[in-house]
């Protein structure tokens, strides 16, 4: 069964901080990873995604993210705050082999607060 | 581009009301998906499709139905609406499956009284 795990439900930061965001995955297969924010009373905007090759993969926004696939984590990091990234972050995942229809499986998310 | 497009923004409803949630897309995207949103909770798959005419259930497909009959819109029923079913309603859609991205719509919040 697929599954993501967000363990953190708020994570605080001071502007200009380092910021990170856990996520770690549970799939038969192969993973495609995926990251979205949320802003209040929005819909979900796409981030950034691994499907293959390198290892960190950057975003938008200046996010980026590590695949560690022996860990079976995926945590989004920004290496600068600002208060505008306070927000709702989603972790998804798909399976490659064992899915149909392209489906994801998201995390609980996690509440972002960049504070000045 | 208007990209994926819900009506309406917000709805109220009675208990044993029903109604339907538009969805559109002008990406030529082949998958869709209904996903709901409640507190704490994360998104979970309401109903999907791969194609016109080929719906597929979700992982809490109970009290809702789906028809595609074109590839740019992908409506969402709501049969006898009952409080379980307040919460945040997005559509999705991606040109295919394995690593594209799903791009999501801006939401429909429901209310059910």
């Known amino acids: 069964a697929q599954s993501v795990a967000q363990p953190e439900d708020q994570v605080n930061v001071a502007e200009g901080n380092p910021l990170t965001v856990k996520c770690t995955y549970s799939v038969s297969g192969n993973p495609y990873l995926f990251w979205y924010v949320q802003y209040p009373n929005r819909g979900l905007q796409f981030l950034l995604k691994y499907i293959t090759g390198d290892n960190l993969v950057k975003g938008s926004y200046g996010f980026e993210a590590e695949f560690n696939k022996s860990q079976t984590s995926f945590h989004l990091k920004k290496p600068s705050a600002l208060v505008s990234d306070s927000a709702l972050y989603f972790c998804?995942?798909?399976?490659?082999?064992?899915?149909?229809?392209?489906?994801?499986?998201f995390g609980q998310g996690t509440e972002l607060s960049v504070k000045p | 581009n208007a990209g994926v497009t819900q009506t309406p923004k917000f709805r109220i409803l009675k208990i044993g009301q029903s109604m339907t949630l538009q969805c559109a897309q002008d990406m030529n995207h082949n998958y869709m998906y209904w996903y709901r949103q409640d507190p704490g909770m994360g998104l979970k798959l309401i109903y999907y499709?791969?194609?016109?005419?080929?719906?597929d259930k979700g992982e809490v497909p109970n009290g809702y139905n789906v028809s595609r009959s074109t590839t740019e819109d992908f409506p969402l029923r709501l049969e006898l609406a009952a409080p379980s079913q307040t919460s945040v309603y997005f559509c999705a859609s991606s040109s295919r499956t394995g690593g594209d991205t799903q791009y999501f719509g801006p939401g429909t919040r429901l209310t059910v009284l």
């Open positions: 499709s791969v194609g016109a005419g080929i719906t």
């Open positions: 998804a995942v798909r399976d490659i082999i064992y899915n149909q229809g392209g489906k994801l499986i």
